[in-house]
Each structure stands twice: as C-alpha cells, then as structure tokens.
C-alpha cells in the first residue's frame, strides 16, 4: 500500500489534477493521497497560499482585500468547472473565508486557518474528481485522521499519537483524500507546519499506515545530480539513501522539505520522488541503504551566503572550554552554526549570512574581544559551500584527491575542507563568484 | 645584544660546558646566558632533572635516597673536576638537598625545590668556568633578576612585572648566567615552570632585555620538514614564522617547547635554534614574518594517539546549541578537545586518546545519550593527524590537490580533513598504522 503525495504544480489546474486521477487509478495500492494547495499554472503565476498570506496581511492592515478573495474564488471554480464536478465548494470556500476573516481569534491562528484553506479545498475538490471517474475516494480531514501537533502555529511539531491513529485507517475501505501542510492540536485548534509542510503530512501520513512506499509526485522526473541552473540536462539520481538526501536537501537541493523526510526515515519507509507529468520515469528513490557500488558519489550540492567569523588565539587549544565558549556567544544571540572548524590557536564559525545583522555582529565581536580576549577576529563574507555527496566516500582511497583536483583545475581556491565529520559528505568553502566554475568541473570529474 | 639558552645536552658535561665557553667567548653580544639542568650525556644516560625527581619521590614515601644524592653528587663533582675550577658548589648543594628534605613544607613546594637545584647548579658551575676562560661573567639567580611568576607549583605562569625588572639588567656590566626553568613568587617562593620551562625562562628574558635575538642552543643542526625518523635526512629549515612553529611543535616536532614561543613571538624578539656542537651551522630562524616565496609549505607534521568521538542526530544542525553542549560534556569531564568538525547532522570531537579514561568515556556516553539523545555514537581510536605548514598556504591553489594527491598514492585513506580554520596549516586524519607512507609521500611531494 501506497502513500501517494501531490505537489502545487501537479495540482494546479483541471489538465494537471486530471493527472493525479490517472495516475491514482493506475496503481490500486495508493490509498492515501494528500495533496498541496494548487501551485503554480506556468512560471509567472501565483500560488494559492501566497495569495491566502497576502489577504491575511491586508485584513491585518485593514486594507482593501476583496479583488484577493475573488481571485482565490475565481482559481477554485475555474478548476471545479473544468473538472466538471458538482460541488458547493466554492460557496462553502467564501463562507469560510468571511468567518475566519471576522472572527476575533488572535492574527497568527487567523493567518494559519486562511493558510489552510488551499490545501484542504484541493483535497475536497480532488476527492469529488476521483470519485467522478469511479474511484471510491474520500475526503479525509487531519483532525479526523487523528493528525495532533504541537501548538506552534506556523512551524507544528507532530505527536507520537498520530501515528497510532492514522494506523487504524490502514483496514477501511477506498482512497482517502488528505490535505497537507496542516493539523489540529489536542485542544481542535488548527495549525500549519512550516512552509512546504504538505511534504510533511506526506511523510506523517506514510510513516502511520505503515505504507510500503511514499511517493512524492513533483514536476521533475527525478531529483539530480547537480542543480540544474549550474549544469545542462544532469544526471539523475535512480537511488539515494536518506543521509545522502539529506546531505543534499540542505544545499541547494530544494526539491524535497528536509524535515519532511525524518517520519518516513524514523519509520523506514522509502520514499520515490516521481512527476507528475511522466509518471512512468522511474524516478528517484530514497531508501535506508543502498548497494555499494564503485561509484560512491552521487550528487554535489551547492549553496551560497555564508560567511565565517575567524578567531585567533595563541595557545587557544590549552583553554579548557574557548570552543564552548564560542559558540555559546552564537548561540546567545540566537544564531546557528553550520560548521566550526578549530585549528590549534583558530577556530572559525561558518553561519549563513543573513543571520548576522550589523547589532549582532557588534555584539558578538565585543563579546569576543572581551570574554574572549582573542588575538584576532576576522569576517569573511560571501562564501559557497560546494557538498560532494555520497555514501561510502570517506572509506574510498582517493575521493579527495579527485575532488581537490578538480576545484584546482577549475583555478578556484579552496578556503576550507571539511570532510570527515560527515560520513557521507565531503565539505568545500570557497568564494561564491567561482562557485559554477567549482560545480561544474567537480560534476565532469565524478560524473562524465 | 643576545640572550643564548643551553639546553640539558649542552651542558651535560665538561666537553660540552667548554662548547658553551667557546660560543659564549665568540660572540661578545651574547650577554644573557640561560642554563638547563645537565642532561644525558649519551643514548641510555640519565637526566639531573628525573634524578631530582626521583628523590623527592623516594623521600615522599619514605625509602632509601642516599644512592640517589650520591649520584646527583657524583655527576657535579665530575663536571667541576674536569672543568678545573674552584668552588664549593658540591658542598652547598649537598647542604640544599639535606634542608630541603629535612624541611616541613608542603611535599609540592619541596619537589620544586628540588627540580630547580638541576639548573641552579648548573648556572653556577657555568658562571664559574666562564670567568676561568676569561669572560667578566656572574651567576644571576632569577629572584634577583626580577622574574616574578603565579603559585602554581610545576606550571608557574609569568607576571608582567618580571619584564620591566629584566629590562634594567640591560645596562648593567658583563655576561649573566641565569638558571632556567624555575622563578619566583611575590612572597619570595621558588616554583617551576612545566618541565623543559629552560626554553620559557630564555623566552622571558629575551622579552624582558628585548634582545635582539634569542639564541636556543640545541643538539641539532636546525628544525627539520618533517620527523627524521620516518625521513631519512631531511631538509633543514632555514625560516619559519611563530604560527608555523606552532603547528609544527604541535604535532611532532618536539625541537622546542610550546609555550615558550609566547614572551619572544609577543615582544617580536626573533629566535634561532642552533647546535652546540656545530654553532657555525646557520640553524632555522623564527620570526614573525617571511618574504613569500614560491614555496608554500615549510614543514609536515605528525602525531599518533588521537581518537574521535562521532554523534550523528537527524536535523542536529536545527538545534542551536547542540554543539556548544557537546563540548561542554567534554570540559566537564577537564578533556580538551583538538578539532570539532561537523557536518549536517554529524559533529566529531577529536582527542588525544590518553585523555579517554574507561570511566569517563562511560559518563561522556551516557550524557550524550542522556541529554542530547543522539542517533548514533561511535569512537574511532587510533587515529594519527598529519599537518601540512606554511604561510600562505591557505590562498595558493593547488596545495590541497597535491597534498591528497601525495596521501592517495600512499594508498592511505583520508578519515579527515580540516582546513581553513588556521590560516598555516592543512590537517589529515588517518589511520595510525598509515603514517609513515603519507607522510614519505607528502615529504616527497613538497620536498623533492
């Protein structure tokens, strides 16, 4: 049994929900289907949920906002009309526009509950569809999948209880319809999970069924090698393993919601990253382990803004704790770490850069000078990060030879390695203005 | 004006106390003389200093001592015989030994008070046969020189004072000989700097004259580019810079100690390490900067006995804090941490292994389980680091490409790599058994 989840481009419109029909009815063991809100139609369109944020915004600022609400309206029954279902849910869609709208709760639960309403109403719209082309399916709210999270509207923790729940749907009867990116807390109170959080039902929903496999339908026939604004037509991925998805999601990999992976990964579910629009491509699968095989790279990732703060000190490494130290003046003012690489008598923070405003970065060079009594303080902005991924890679003679050779070729200097930490990553900082130069030769050397 | 230190195979006996007369006599700018204890006078000889040692054990635990003094005694005499000088220094250092044991201070104040008799001694004897040879030259005791250090038997840190007390030496007439290794507190009592602290004491009184060199004369020709017993006859060094001294005294090259490098590389004093017994060799000179030249890399170091602490949690790089906790366990624990690498959801702590006892390797476990309820914890012992060194290593591309390039065709597996994070130096972490052929290839790489 399958777990079948579909992004905002694969239900965009009637042509792309049409699609989803085929291909739900095409395997009879995807029962669960959860689905986005509808994305965009081509490259200039809008997104349903930008545009329920936008009218959250221009309520909150009692500004004019019914051209926004017709325009959300309009998209809904265009789609419907298409469809050529019959259904009140464009009537029902307005009524609860209007009642959140002028309704006292607080702007954040607002601002969730109008959120919501893209997902689940291309859940009610996509349920009726397939039940119009004979399919037995249903629409299937969170709160009666037994979904319940944390109460922190915007950014939803799951709860361990939703997995038992969903499991006891596992034995009812047909297609379950669920929208994603939105649950209840223990108290009925809708919440959104992070944006791009229809992964994450996805991923809940497989991880509580106990299905054989989650499939996450997208727009791309897989997920590639190398980001494809840097290198024409890359290879695809056939197989990754969660570590090395991970390793490449948080690099410029934005294909698949990092955190969206972890229920399936706790769970041991693969996951198949397929399109929508060629669902016959094998496209790429996510599982626990993988065959070695005598390439070990699969992907290289890449990623710009960062900067690192250097601090030197003599004899640095004899002070018992000036690394802890560090990174708790980081941490004080509420920034995270990427890397922090230490030498003898240095140590380098990496950040990404937008982290570090001008009063932050005031406050924390005082604190180091002063608590610190460092020798040396030094920011150095604009840096890449370039990742070469792959299991396997930090137990084969000479990965990092290639590698270097590779980014030496391309006539770009290395400002910092670090691999080692990462059993299946490889780590490169370099400036961000040689970061296609660096891709694009480390791609032919491990892929060409 | 310079300060010369003699080192324990320097004064070890009579042929080479006349070594130090002769480089004392030909050079008249040699004004500041600084002594270690004598040292071995062959392979398999003994150490004054370990015999102090032992005494102030055997004493402690109340066994026989009186073979102990006699040799001590015996090894004076000796020196003073050969040296044809007169002097009751074997009596009042047979009186000191007596007063010292006898005496009721605390056991670590009397065990510092014996190590410094080595030195003291031994300036004594110096002073002695420098006027015998002509030379207007006095034995200095560091109380009288000013040298003001913390309470802290057997790692006595200095006070700034001390060089504003030296500085007024600077006029006074003829040679001083000034015992290394131990000083004063403000109450006037004797503690020793770390073991080898002759190197710290020459460090401070060069600061304090503000020499214009400082002179460490050692038993070999100048610091050599790699560990000679895993290269056969290496190049020498003729310049390094303070930072490249560090990282190369850090991991292996044990030519000079640590610490000692501070009062010289903060006054900018520039240092020589030459030989004794071959002092017309130009020797290698520390300094703080070196005219760039096309070859980057000045040594390569390395060291066994590490092992590296591996956490793997999924999402770890979401939790802020998560790496400044880590390194709290270890501080709680008093173990220094020598690199902290971390990737995504991985973070490393790499240790000198003899710091992991049984019992706290069990309590840094159980924290790290406990606390920060990692996925996965491994410890990977046997580790050896390899430093690459030089200035300006960090911006000439290419020296990454080589130096792994050199570690492949070793055929030996790179388990790390960290740089960026000093600007001198490029560390590999490999296997211990491994390190002869990476560091003969690397040698051959840079060297040949």
Do not use: W
Not at 159 to 182: A, H, Q
């Amino acid at each position: 049994m399958k777990v079948a989840k579909f992004g905002g481009s694969s239900v965009a419109n009637a042509t792309q929900i049409k699609k989803v029909g085929a291909i739900v009815k095409g395997d009879s063991t995807r029962k669960f289907i959860v689905v986005s809100a509808p994305g965009k139609r081509h490259k200039d369109d809008f997104k349903i949920t930008d545009k329920l944020i936008e009218l959250a915004i221009q309520h909150n600022q009692n500004k004019p906002h019914k051209n926004l609400v017709d325009t959300i309206l309009n998209r809904f029954s265009e789609i419907i009309d298409e469809l050529n279902i019959q259904s009140n849910i464009v009537y029902e869609l307005e009524q609860s526009i209007e009642s959140i709208l002028n309704s006292k709760e607080p702007d954040l639960i607002k601002m969730d509950a109008l959120k919501s309403l893209g997902e689940d109403n291309s859940a009610k719209i996509i349920s009726e569809y397939l039940s119009s082309i004979g399919l037995h399916a249903a629409y299937l709210n969170p709160k009666d999948a037994g979904i319940l999270v944390s109460n922190e509207p915007g950014k939803a923790q799951i709860f361990r209880e939703s997995y038992d729940n969903l499991k006891t749907l596992r034995n009812e009867e047909g297609i379950f319809v669920i929208p994603g990116f939105f649950a209840y807390t223990m108290d009925g109170d809708l919440v959104t999970f992070s944006r791009g959080g229809s992964d994450i039902t996805g991923s809940i929903v497989a991880a509580g069924v106990q299905a054989d496999l989650y499939e996450n339908f997208t727009d791309v026939d897989s997920v590639y090698a190398v980001n494809p604004t840097i290198v024409n037509q890359p290879k695809e991925i056939l197989t990754v393993t969660y570590k090395e998805m991970r390793e490449l999601s948080y690099a410029g990999f934005s294909v698949f919601h990092d955190e969206a992976l972890i229920p399936a990964f706790k769970a041991g579910i693969p996951v198949c990253i397929k399109n929508t629009n060629n669902p016959n491509a094998p496209g790429t699968m996510i599982v626990a382990e993988k065959k070695p095989n005598e390439k070990c790279v699969v992907g290289i990732a890449s990623d710009v803004g960062f900067c690192s703060l250097y601090v030197s000190k003599y004899l640095m490494n004899r002070e018992v704790g000036f690394g802890r130290k560090l990174l708790h003046i980081f941490e004080d003012e509420e920034i995270s770490f990427e890397h922090a690489p230490s030498g003898i008598d240095d140590m380098s923070v990496i950040i990404r850069q937008n982290q570090l405003t001008a009063e932050k970065e005031r406050k924390i060079l005082k604190r180091i000078n002063d608590e610190l009594h460092a020798d040396m303080v030094k920011i150095h902005r604009n840096l890449a990060m370039v990742m070469v991924v792959g299991e396997g890679m930090t137990s084969t003679i000479g990965v990092a030879q290639k590698a270097t050779t590779a980014i030496a070729e391309a006539n770009v200097n290395i400002e910092m390695i670090n691999q080692g930490s990462s059993e299946v990553s490889m780590m490169f900082g370099i400036q961000e203005i040689d970061i296609n130069r660096a891709v694009q030769s480390l791609y032919t050397t491990f892929f060409e």
